[in-house]
C-alpha cells in the first residue's frame, strides 16, 4: 500500500492553457474524490467516483472543469482555459465502501496560473 | 447544509503548554467527524473518526473528543514537531454522505 499518489506535484501554466492531473487511488478503494483547497481554507468537495461512475460533481466544477476514472482505477482532473482564480491544491482522496470509512488523501497537485 | 467552524484560527504554545482547538459543527446526521493534519505543502494526514457523542480516541499527545455540538481536539505537552494546521471535517446523512465538510482549520505554532 503506497498511499494516494498525484502527479505532477507542481504545475505553472499560462492563462488560457489546459491542464491535466492524475490520481493514483489506493488500490483497494472504490471511492475517491477530488477536492480543492486555497491558502487558509480548507479543501472543498469538487467531485466524487464510486468505481467509474462518476456520481456527483460540486457547483465549484464549472464547464471548463472534467474529471474521469475509466476502469475505476486512477483518476484525471483537466481544467480548460485556466483562469487565475483556478490557482489552488488540487487534492485527491480515496476510501473503502465498508464502514469505518476512512478518506485518504494524496499530498496534492499545486497549480499556478500566471 | 453541513457547516463547520474552527476556533482559534491560530495558537501558538510553547512547547509543554497544553490546550484545546475547538471545532463547532451543524450537521444532518452525524455519519462521522475527522480530524486531520497538514503540513505545509502536503495533503491532511487523518488522525482521528468520531462517531457518537462521548466517544474519545487518543493517539499519542492527542485526545479528541465529541459532543452533540463540537468536538475538542486536545493537546497535552506539545512539542515542536506538533505544528501544523489541524483540520476539522465532518460527513452527514443527506442527500451527498459521502463527501466531507471541512473548516478553515487551526494553525498551530509550537515554539521550543
Known amino acids: 500500500d503506497t498511499g494516494v499518489s498525484q502527479n505532477p506535484r507542481h504545475k505553472i501554466t499560462k492563462r488560457g492553457q489546459n491542464v491535466t492531473f492524475r490520481c493514483d487511488p489506493i488500490s483497494e478503494h472504490n471511492r475517491l474524490y477530488w477536492y480543492r483547497q486555497t491558502l487558509g481554507q480548507g479543501p472543498e468537495f469538487l467531485t466524487y467516483?464510486?468505481?467509474?461512475?462518476?456520481?456527483?460533481k460540486s457547483r465549484l466544477l464549472s464547464d471548463r472543469f472534467s474529471a474521469e476514472r475509466p476502469k475505476g482505477s486512477f483518476s484525471t482532473l483537466e481544467i480548460q482555459r485556466t483562469e487565475q482564480g483556478d490557482s489552488a491544491m488540487y487534492l485527491c482522496?480515496?476510501?473503502?465502501?465498508?464502514?469505518?470509512?476512512?478518506?485518504?488523501f494524496g499530498s496534492g497537485t499545486r497549480l499556478t496560473v500566471v | 447544509e453541513d457547516q463547520v467552524t474552527q476556533s482559534p484560527e491560530a495558537l501558538r504554545l510553547q512547547e509543554g503548554e497544553s490546550s484545546s482547538l475547538n471545532c463547532s459543527y451543524t450537521?444532518?446526521?452525524?455519519?462521522?467527524l475527522f480530524w486531520y493534519r497538514q503540513d505545509p505543502g502536503k495533503g491532511p494526514e487523518f488522525l482521528f473518526t468520531?462517531?457518537?457523542a462521548g466517544e474519545e480516541k487518543e493517539k499519542e499527545r492527542l485526545k479528541a473528543t465529541l459532543t452533540k455540538k463540537e468536538s475538542f481536539l486536545h493537546i497535552t505537552a506539545p512539542k515542536p514537531e506538533d505544528s501544523a494546521t489541524y483540520l476539522c471535517?465532518?460527513?452527514?446523512?443527506?442527500?451527498?454522505?459521502?463527501?466531507?465538510?471541512f473548516g478553515k482549520g487551526t494553525l498551530l505554532t509550537v515554539n521550543p
Open positions: 467516483f464510486q468505481n467509474e461512475a462518476q456520481l456527483e
Open positions: 468520531l462517531y457518537s
Open positions: 471535517a465532518v460527513r452527514g446523512s443527506g442527500g451527498s454522505n459521502y463527501k466531507l465538510t
Open positions: 450537521v444532518s446526521g452525524l455519519r462521522g
Open positions: 482522496a480515496s476510501s473503502p465502501d465498508r464502514l469505518p470509512y476512512g478518506y485518504t
